[in-house]
């Protein structure tokens, strides 16, 4: 019975500890959730501002010669894969591995270190990767798409849908796709259209990056912050039940020495 006791106080301190832990990280994920969706929804309106002057160009006659525009020789697609850098988020990482391994892809640029980990490529921090990066990663990647190196180019990230809820899901960069709508807008554009396509895209492709690396770590952070508000209430469930497992050993052995006293003192 004593052994059973001391088993108990001892579950009961290590689930205490990882309680601590789980709100801790849930603090630091709440610090970090407001930062986050300003970071978002700026990247969200740079990419749609960029994404109005494309369609324009896009929608141009003299711009169906862009290498940009090319139908696809192939299938052969590069995918770039945004997940975390650590874990405790749910099933965030996880969400995001199971889409690419159902899509299609000859090559693969992680960003993330749980990304880089599995698919062994150059380390980039999905919490820290800034413009700059964006933009030397986007200019590499539209000059080996001109070189024919692959046919498709596509980002699998995670939506922003709420704080409950976040979606896998991949958008397609290249190549670009005409866009009707924009027929009815006229504009000028110097020296032509076409160059300024050319020149813009890699830009265009960086800005879309920057959207959705900022839009995955947002619901990464909020990913945690429920995962991490589960298992506290999980937690705290599980010394509930803990501690009346131990208040009834206790009793019982109260309750034995009492018996033993007793029997002894009739004798």
Not at 51 to 72: Q, R
Not at 127 to 143: I, S, W, Y
Not at 236 to 255: E, F, K
Request: proline fraction near 3%; charged fraction near 25%; include cysteine.
């Amino acid at each position: 019975m004593g052994a059973n006791i001391k088993a108990l106080k001892t579950r009961i301190r290590s689930v205490d500890s990882t309680l601590h832990l789980t709100r801790a990280m849930g603090l630091v994920a709440s610090s970090k959730i407001r930062r986050a969706n300003e970071a978002m929804n700026g990247g969200k309106q740079y990419a749609a501002a960029f994404g109005s002057v494309v369609d324009l160009l896009t929608a141009c006659p003299e711009c169906a010669h862009s290498p940009y525009m090319k139908e696809p020789e192939g299938e052969r697609t590069c995918l770039i894969v945004i997940a975390g850098d650590r874990g405790l988020a749910g099933g965030y990482n996880a969400n995001v591995f199971r889409l690419v391994a159902e899509l299609p892809h000859d090559r693969i640029v992680p960003i993330g270190k749980r990304a880089c980990d599995r698919y062994k490529g150059e380390f980039f921090s999905s919490e820290v990767f800034n413009g700059a990066q964006a933009t030397d990663m986007a200019r590499k990647l539209c000059a080996a798409y001109v070189a024919g190196e692959f046919d498709k180019l596509g980002i699998v990230s995670t939506k922003y849908v709420s704080m409950m809820t976040q979606e896998a899901m991949v958008t397609w960069v290249l190549p670009l796709e005409r866009t009707e709508q924009a027929e009815k807008v006229a504009a000028v554009f110097e020296p032509d259209e076409e160059s300024i396509l050319n020149t813009a895209v890699p830009d265009y492709v960086a800005g879309i990056l920057m959207r959705c690396v900022r839009e995955s770590f947002a619901s990464e952070v909020a990913a945690r912050r429920m995962a991490m508000d589960s298992a506290g209430k999980n937690a705290q469930s599980m010394i509930d039940n803990l501690q009346l497992q131990y208040n009834r050993a206790r009793q019982g052995a109260i309750t034995q020495e009492i018996t033993e006293i007793v029997a002894g003192a009739g004798e």
